[in-house]
């Protein structure tokens, strides 16, 4: 086919993307393609919140990625979910509204990365938010990212904020103001008792827009390149191979994995380890794939007497009923819970100046995601390691697009990460044993209350670490003078012209909380940055003639 010519290419319609096209084409005079390899969110459940249970997992929604064995976890090898539709993991993940600390983005500026400190951030959250407390110091109103506050609550819940603060975490109600600390219930992306994905809040208000087009079941295969400049891409849909031309930037906005695999296969990354898989190189750039970072969960499960949870009723047919009818009514209830409901976040040793803990509690227990819960009642106390010291990779196994990447996390590599996964596990044990929980006669299912030694409690760790799908990293930004950058502060590929990379890849370290919020405002700021280039690079090609 012939080319098509836009002014703007973007690679992925997920978290980052379809923020990227609503802002690109607010201009009219901006002509805007955006490529998604997978589908529609018209699925009922990309939209009921409870509906993760069956969207990971399922190839209709997610691409069923599993990472190499880990050393680290027994050796085992973990599904590694990534969201298959418009809207990409924020239609598939915990709805979880969590900005990080300031200090992450402070560390971003003293990196040399100017204009990331959370002075520089902080607005853009404020900016595209919707939250429900209103407009006021933190928060912003009429934005197209809503918040709202979870719409419904459970005893065992309640009872382990009581029993945190016992142990000496103090009660916090919005864990979005640059400090995360104390423990309370989560903001989720939600509006009315649905979901509120990307694809919802900023692709769908503006696919009416005769300047922005959007290709789905679009598997882009490689760049193209002039030289070292990126000119269009090549990508394969209904049985054909088409080429789309970009008369200014194409920007990659696949995520953590298929961002690096498509620089990777596009000939931008290590330039031995392409040449071994036939990959002519167009740039060095050895970064690419590496610097993978993770949130390690480890979920400690604890059996209750005398408390209502969900397993006993997700385990009845006349409650599966009640749950549906009390939904279909009034948008309430069991179905419209995030994979989450409670956080807490707190220190796992008086070695940090800030929380370096993450809490995910459930009134739930399952072996893992995509499975039924538990038969007997019970609930679980995920705890995460907020910034492992540990790094992986993400790399590409051979010459194909269609080949599924190699994905080694290396989960509790480090001393550091090991030291942190067991005293986690002893803090979550600090916790239970508060009055306000024992009261229902908690009995450790997970990892095991058996476990007693420092060597014990890591080899638990071992056996029940998985992931919480915040990959970040692969393609860092970082000045020239680092040779592991891939981007630089304005999103730019390191030594190619008219390529950025805009998601959650570009992360020089991870943030201190669930990262698709970040990964939101990465977006939304690299928008405004490829604008004013844009406006910079037309001002001078004027004063130029």
């Given at each position: 086919?012939?080319?098509?010519?836009?002014?703007?290419?973007?690679?992925?319609?997920?978290?980052?993307?379809?923020?990227?096209?609503?802002?690109?084409?607010?201009?009219?005079?901006?002509?805007?393609?955006?490529?998604?390899?997978?589908?529609?969110?018209?699925?009922?459940?990309?939209?009921?919140?409870?509906?993760?249970?069956?969207?990971?997992?399922?190839?209709?929604?997610?691409?069923?990625?599993?990472?190499?064995?880990?050393?680290?976890?027994?050796?085992?090898?973990?599904?590694?979910?990534?969201?298959?539709?418009?809207?990409?993991?924020?239609?598939?993940?915990?709805?979880?509204?969590?900005?990080?600390?300031?200090?992450?983005?402070?560390h971003w500026r003293q990196l040399g990365l100017e204009g990331w400190?959370?002075?520089?951030?902080?607005?853009?959250?404020?900016?595209?938010?919707?939250?429900?407390?209103?407009?006021?110091?933190?928060?912003?109103?009429?934005?197209?990212?809503?918040?709202?506050?979870?719409?419904?609550?459970?005893?065992?819940?309640?009872?382990?904020?009581?029993?945190?603060?016992?142990?000496?975490?103090?009660?916090?109600?919005?864990?979005?103001?640059?400090?995360?600390?104390?423990?309370?219930?989560?903001?989720?992306?939600?509006?009315?008792?649905?979901?509120?994905?990307?694809?919802?809040?900023?692709?769908?208000?503006?696919?009416?827009?005769?300047?922005?087009?959007?290709?789905?079941?679009?598997?882009?295969?490689?760049?193209?390149?002039?030289?070292?400049?990126?000119?269009?891409?090549?990508?394969?849909?209904?049985?054909?191979?088409?080429?789309?031309?970009?008369?200014?930037?194409?920007?990659?906005?696949?995520?953590?994995?298929?961002?690096?695999?498509?620089?990777?296969?596009?000939?931008?990354?290590?330039?031995?380890?392409?040449?071994?898989?036939?990959?002519?190189?167009?740039?060095?750039?050895?970064?690419?794939?590496?610097?993978?970072?993770?949130?390690?969960?480890?979920?400690?499960?604890?059996?209750?007497?005398?408390?209502?949870?969900?397993?006993?009723?997700?385990?009845?047919?006349?409650?599966?009923?009640?749950?549906?009818?009390?939904?279909?009514?009034?948008?309430?209830?069991?179905?419209?819970?995030?994979?989450?409901?409670?956080?807490?976040?707190?220190?796992?040793?008086?070695?940090?100046?800030?929380?370096?803990?993450?809490?995910?509690?459930?009134?739930?227990?399952?072996?893992?995601?995509?499975?039924?819960?538990?038969?007997?009642?019970?609930?679980?106390a995920s705890v995460c390691n907020l910034r492992p010291t540990s790094?992986?990779?993400?790399?590409?196994?051979?010459?194909?697009?269609?080949?599924?990447?190699?994905?080694?996390?290396?989960?509790?590599?480090?001393?550091?990460?090991?030291?942190?996964?067991?005293?986690?596990?002893?803090?979550?044990?600090?916790?239970?044993?508060?009055?306000?929980?024992?009261?229902?006669?908690?009995?450790?299912?997970?990892?095991?209350?058996?476990?007693?030694?420092?060597?014990?409690?890591?080899?638990?760790?071992?056996?029940?670490?998985?992931?919480?799908?915040?990959?970040?990293?692969?393609?860092?930004?970082?000045?020239?003078?680092?040779?592991?950058?891939?981007?630089?502060?304005?999103?730019?590929?390191?030594?190619?012209q008219g390529l950025r990379v805009v998601d959650a890849s570009v992360?020089?370290?991870?943030?201190?909380?669930?990262?698709?919020?970040?990964?939101?405002?990465?977006?939304?700021?690299?928008?405004?940055?490829?604008?004013?280039?844009?406006?910079?690079?037309?001002?001078?090609?004027?004063?130029?003639?």
């Amino acid at each position: 086919m012939a080319d098509d010519a836009f002014d703007y290419v973007v690679v992925g319609a997920g978290s980052a993307g379809c923020v990227l096209a609503n802002r690109l084409s607010k201009d009219p005079a901006n002509k805007v393609c955006l490529l998604e390899a997978g589908g529609k969110d018209n699925w009922i459940w990309f939209h009921i919140p409870v509906g993760y249970l069956f969207a990971i997992g399922n190839p209709r929604s997610d691409w069923m990625f599993t990472t190499e064995s880990e050393p680290g976890l027994n050796g085992r090898a973990l599904n590694y979910p990534r969201g298959k539709v418009i809207g990409g993991s924020s239609a598939i993940n915990a709805m979880i509204y969590m900005r990080g600390q300031r200090e992450d983005y402070d560390h971003w500026r003293q990196l040399g990365l100017e204009g990331w400190g959370w002075d520089d951030v902080r607005p853009i959250f404020r900016g595209h938010v919707d939250h429900y407390l209103g407009a006021g110091e933190h928060h912003g109103a009429g934005g197209e990212w809503r918040v709202e506050e979870p719409r419904m609550r459970w005893p065992i819940l309640d009872s382990f904020i009581e029993a945190a603060e016992q142990a000496g975490i103090p009660r916090s109600s919005d864990f979005n103001t640059g400090s995360n600390e104390g423990v309370g219930y989560f903001h989720v992306n939600q509006r009315g008792g649905r979901r509120w994905s990307s694809a919802r809040g900023f692709l769908k208000p503006a696919l009416k827009r005769p300047n922005l087009k959007l290709e789905i079941h679009a598997q882009v295969l490689r760049i193209l390149f002039e030289g070292r400049k990126a000119v269009g891409v090549e990508f394969r849909q209904g049985g054909f191979t088409r080429r789309i031309r970009a008369r200014r930037e194409i920007i990659l906005s696949s995520g953590a994995i298929a961002s690096p695999q498509l620089l990777q296969l596009s000939g931008v990354g290590d330039g031995d380890t392409l040449r071994r898989l036939g990959i002519d190189v167009v740039h060095h750039l050895p970064g690419v794939g590496a610097n993978l970072q993770d949130h390690l969960q480890l979920r400690p499960i604890y059996k209750v007497r005398g408390v209502r949870t969900l397993n006993e009723q997700y385990g009845s047919l006349f409650r599966k009923g009640y749950m549906a009818l009390e939904y279909a009514l009034f948008r309430r209830g069991p179905l419209t819970m995030a994979p989450s409901q409670l956080g807490a976040f707190t220190r796992s040793s008086p070695d940090y100046a800030t929380p370096n803990l993450q809490f995910h509690v459930q009134p739930l227990s399952l072996d893992k995601f995509g499975e039924a819960p538990h038969t007997f009642p019970a609930f679980t106390a995920s705890v995460c390691n907020l910034r492992p010291t540990s790094r992986g990779s993400v790399g590409i196994r051979q010459a194909d697009p269609f080949e599924k990447p190699s994905i080694r996390p290396n989960y509790l590599s480090t001393e550091e990460d090991q030291r942190v996964a067991v005293d986690s596990l002893r803090l979550v044990r600090h916790i239970v044993s508060q009055p306000a929980l024992q009261r229902f006669h908690p009995q450790e299912y997970r990892p095991g209350g058996d476990l007693v030694s420092d060597e014990q409690l890591l080899d638990g760790a071992r056996a029940i670490g998985t992931t919480i799908f915040h990959p970040v990293g692969t393609a860092k930004m970082g000045l020239g003078s680092d040779p592991m950058a891939v981007t630089d502060a304005r999103l730019r590929v390191h030594g190619i012209q008219g390529l950025r990379v805009v998601d959650a890849s570009v992360m020089p370290t991870i943030t201190s909380g669930n990262t698709n919020t970040p990964t939101i405002m990465i977006a939304d700021k690299g928008a405004t940055m490829i604008l004013e280039d844009a406006r910079a690079a037309a001002g001078m090609s004027g004063r130029a003639s």
